[in-house]
């Protein structure tokens, strides 16, 4: 909505997203607590941020985001793998009042003269980089800014909506029930490649409850290769993902044990006593331009899914691919539009545990019959005037949840997505 200036020290811009979301009955021989409700439902929720910025010398920035998050999504959010709204709130007990996003001190070190022109935004305000640089960031993110990021399927505002397809659904980031967390993150940079690094702070209980300070009790780290490449030419990016927590997690198999030895009336996660395990998994992003405005994107995610899932959502392998496509082809420069897909799917004792009764992070229909989650999502977005977009979307999604005996379900969404 308003100009940007290409150089100064300080930065102020802000975006406004709404989505709205429905879905009509579809088939389900049962429900449970966290099943996707059968019956029609209807959603609306918002997101608004504003980001600030000021250098405190050439190579040095502090960063500070408020944002106000306010909407339940579909069910609650509950029911899918991979749910179909990444803005939603799925705490119920969570406010419309405004909260800290990001607070982040960034520290660039060159490691030579060459410098390139580097676009100014949210995350790094400076017009300028140095071409071999290692960088270092301090504070409150989310883990999403660096790791897993895709041209064309990372972006709920302008692309996809979808949690399977606009990340890697068997990353089990860490994020408090606001999507982010504190913690210390570093990369280099080099023509050729990356790395980064990050240690941060896990939640509580599945999400729900305070970021944990004690890193003895609870922590992740995460890495990421990048080559500054695509699978098939030049210009595109293959990542590489490693990544492992240790929390207060629930083990599938002893929770299995516990009730068929009666010790519970369910299968149950959180009854064990206070211990430390982990979970850990790793990931392949590739984007690949096949043409200055057709690109296409693959990846794949997977877990151990012994342990339960506990920031995101429940997910321990999976593979999606898309492609997007830039309006410049269509003598609409600004518009865009794609289509994508997402095969989830969990691991064996993940599904038996969810057989016999028990309850998950986002799933428990009471019962399952196995079955991959397939969706499909296809979304165009229209540019209207400077930052005011809008545009439709379609998600078809069968084996909501896993379980072969519901679905398929559809969901049409709207999108107005404001940047200024």
Not at 15 to 39: C, D, E, T, V
Not at 282 to 305: C, H, K, S, V
Request: charged share 15%; net charge negative.
């Amino acid at each position: 909505m308003f100009p940007h200036l290409g150089e100064g020290r300080f930065w102020v811009s802000g975006q406004l997203n709404f989505i709205a979301q429905h879905n009509p009955p579809f088939n389900a021989k049962y429900s449970g607590p966290n099943s996707f409700r059968a019956s029609p439902n209807s959603s609306q929720g918002s997101i608004i941020t504003i980001y600030a910025g000021a250098q405190l010398s050439r190579d040095t920035e502090l960063l500070v985001d408020g944002e106000q998050e306010q909407g339940l999504g579909l069910s609650s959010a509950l029911g899918l793998g991979g749910f179909t709204n990444l803005d939603a709130v799925r705490d119920p007990t969570l406010t419309a009042a405004p909260y800290l996003a990001r607070l982040m001190l960034h520290q660039v070190i060159p490691v030579a003269r060459a410098r390139n022109e580097s676009d100014r935004g949210p995350l790094s305000t400076f017009s300028e980089m140095p071409e071999r640089r290692f960088e270092l960031r301090v504070g409150r993110f989310a883990i999403t800014d660096f790791f897993d990021g895709n041209a064309v399927g990372s972006d709920s505002h302008l692309q996809f909506m979808n949690w399977a397809i606009d990340q890697n659904g068997a990353f089990d980031f860490t994020a408090d029930s606001r999507g982010y967390t504190w913690g210390i993150y570093g990369e280099y940079q080099c023509p050729a490649w990356g790395v980064r690094f990050a240690e941060a702070l896990m939640p509580g209980p599945q999400n729900g409850g305070p970021l944990v300070w004690n890193l003895r009790r609870a922590n992740t780290s995460d890495s990421e290769f990048e080559l500054h490449r695509g699978p098939l030419g030049k210009t595109g990016m293959v990542r590489v993902l490693a990544w492992v927590n240790h929390a207060n997690m629930g083990v599938y198999s002893y929770a299995i044990e516990q009730y068929l030895a009666g010790i519970t009336t369910t299968p149950d996660l959180e009854a064990h006593p206070l211990q430390v395990t982990a979970k850990y998994g790793f990931g392949l992003n590739m984007e690949q331009a096949l043409t200055p405005d057709i690109i296409a994107y693959g990846r794949f995610g997977w877990n151990n899914g012994k342990t339960e899932s506990w920031s995101f959502t429940e997910i321990d392998q999976t593979i999606s691919a898309g492609i997007g496509l830039f309006g410049h082809l269509w003598k609409r420069n600004y518009d865009r539009t794609g289509l994508g897909f997402a095969s989830n799917g969990i691991s064996s004792v993940h599904a038996r545990y969810l057989a016999l009764g028990g309850l998950g992070i986002v799933l428990g229909d009471g019962a399952l019959d196995y079955g991959r989650e397939n969706l499909v999502e296809a979304y165009y977005t229209i540019h209207h005037w400077r930052g005011i977009y809008s545009g439709a979307g379609l998600q078809f999604i069968a084996n909501p949840g896993y379980n072969r005996a519901r679905g398929p379900v559809v969901v049409p969404s709207f999108r107005v997505h404001v940047e200024f």
